[in-house]
């Protein structure tokens, strides 16, 4: 079972709190009826489904109930840093760095 | 190729069974192939053999970055049934379920396919409503099911417990009798050596780190831990690691790459007739010829590629084990492990061409493609052969997320993922 942090909560806690809400920063195509048919394929269905360095939706459902982000190493499934939602993607390559040392 | 048979198991007897040849070759790869699929499990050496026999394309290579039959063939809980909801799966499953009753003979293979019945369970009202939709369908599409109440799931599998006071009372079943198990790594064993003696070269320990393309965008071959291997035509069969592999050629798919767990308990006597499945309770279980019980549990809620899942995952679907069937409380569980399925948004496979000329996908089975692998490699050899998909695998294109044909079989595997 995975340790989760939540950053609103300031608390880290067993997976079983939270549910993982997928891919992060999949941001929905902001004039709808402008999108194209392949702007709503790569929104709706399209994921990059890395083997390494990722960065996902987890939800507090059983705390606080706010979304917020994670980076995780698919392989290791080690979580790299955690951030509230609506902050900005961190560097992954130097996340993935720090990590390696 | 020697064909094996009662006469030849008494000549090798003679001889302490020492002298039994290799039942595939270890070639090194040659430097140019008409096909050459990428992933050696049950589906692509399936393809494979079927290319061969059926479409005489025989010059063909099956790379494996493991060995054959390592990846999620070797980890799966052996399940074989057709009883999908759609007409189109159900015509894929069924495809397949008529190989699968004459798959040894045509192998000369004891796969060991067992049609012991799968009954899988209702637990709520919507259950029943949902299994009977289920049955209609089923019939309608000419697929075997049946509806049983919860004496006559008794009477069919004496070790269920159908009193009313558990968490989960059974409401019912539908049974599917031609449903039952195969022996999985002999089903891997058997196409490979099927294959290798039409002249398929099965190369393992070769792991696909690019997919050359040409200037006008079709495919070239790939590069290889053993360096670069040319080819009219690519086919892609690596379940979890398919959107990696497809990535080499500038592909993205609609897949995501979830650990999936199942576990064994220590050998006993036969102890368990069928197979049970329920979808509320997340749990599945048969047992095996050796005698172990068998349980598959549902994902872990995350993407990995790790082959492990998390303990409370196996611990959820043991407590529901026990509750539906209560002697088996003392066995101890022997071995438990993961592997990585590749799950699309409909739940239901990709068998498709792909943008890139020369390019095909065999991928998305998510938590149940064993059940499929002679149909799948046999309709899949058809699409890469004639390029054009055989009339079966035809809806199953990577176009229907753009086009909105989905096929939803969301509720249609054991475990509602």
Not at chain 1, 6 to 31: K, L, M, N, W
Not at chain 2, 69 to 97: D, F, K, M
Not at chain 2, 230 to 256: F, Q
């Amino acid at each position: 079972m995975l340790l989760v942090y939540c950053p609103y909560c300031g608390v880290e806690r067993p997976e079983t709190e939270f549910s993982c809400g997928g891919q992060a920063h999949i941001a929905r195509p902001v004039d709808p009826s402008a999108a194209t048919e392949e702007d709503w394929v790569n929104f709706l269905y399209m994921r990059s489904n890395t083997k390494g360095v990722y960065v996902e939706r987890w939800r507090h459902t059983h705390g606080c109930g706010r979304f917020f982000n994670a980076v995780r190493n698919t392989v290791t499934d080690d979580f790299l840093s955690f951030y509230k939602a609506g902050e900005p993607m961190p560097d992954l390559e130097e996340l993935a760095k720090e990590a390696g040392k | 190729m020697k064909r094996y048979s009662f006469l030849e198991l008494a000549k090798n007897a003679f001889s302490a069974h020492q002298n039994w040849g290799r039942q595939w070759r270890s070639p090194e790869p040659k430097s140019e192939y008409d096909v050459v699929i990428v992933g050696a499990g049950g589906h692509g050496l399936a393809t494979a053999y079927y290319l061969a026999k059926e479409h005489g394309v025989r010059n063909v290579a099956v790379v494996e970055k493991g060995w054959l039959g390592g990846g999620n063939t070797g980890r799966n809980t052996t399940i074989v049934r057709s009883n999908y909801l759609w007409e189109e799966s159900a015509a894929l499953y069924n495809h397949a379920i008529g190989l699968w009753q004459g798959l040894s003979q045509e192998l000369n293979y004891n796969v060991m396919y067992s049609a012991r019945g799968v009954m899988m369970l209702a637990h709520t009202v919507h259950d029943v409503q949902v299994a009977q939709r289920h049955i209609h369908a089923n019939r309608l599409a000419g697929v075997q099911n049946e509806w049983l109440s919860p004496e006559q799931a008794k009477d069919y599998c004496p070790p269920l417990n159908i009193s009313k006071d558990i968490r989960y009372p059974v409401m019912g079943a539908a049974l599917q009798r031609v449903g039952g198990t195969a022996r999985h790594d002999a089903v891997a064993w058997g196409y490979a050596r099927g294959a290798d003696d039409m002249g398929v070269d099965i190369i393992q320990n070769c792991a696909v780190s690019g997919i050359r393309r040409g200037a006008d965008g079709a495919v070239e071959g790939v590069e290889t831990s053993k360096g670069f291997i040319k080819a009219k035509k690519i086919g892609v069969v690596a379940a979890g690691h398919t959107s990696t592999v497809m990535d080499m050629a500038g592909v993205r798919m609609p897949l995501e790459s979830y650990p999936l767990q199942a576990l064994v308990s220590e050998p006993v006597k036969p102890a368990f007739p069928c197979v049970v499945m329920s979808n509320t309770i997340h749990a599945y279980i048969s047992q095996s010829d050796k005698g172990e019980l068998v349980i598959g549990a549902g994902t872990d809620q995350f993407i990995s590629y790790s082959q492990t899942g998390g303990i409370h995952i196996s611990n959820h679907t043991i407590d529901a084990i026990c509750e539906l069937f209560p002697h088996f409380r003392r066995m101890r569980m022997l071995r438990n492990w993961g592997g990585i399925v590749d799950v699309t948004p409909d739940r239901s496979p990709i068998l498709s061409k792909t943008p890139v000329q020369g390019l095909y996908v065999n991928c998305g089975w998510g938590t149940g493609g064993f059940k499929a692998t002679p149909g799948s490699g046999h309709v899949f050899a058809h699409t890469i052969a004639k390029d054009e998909p055989h009339r079966i695998n035809a809806p199953f294109t990577i176009d229907r997320f753009r086009t909105g044909r989905l096929i939803d079989e969301a509720a249609a595997a054991a475990v509602a993922h």
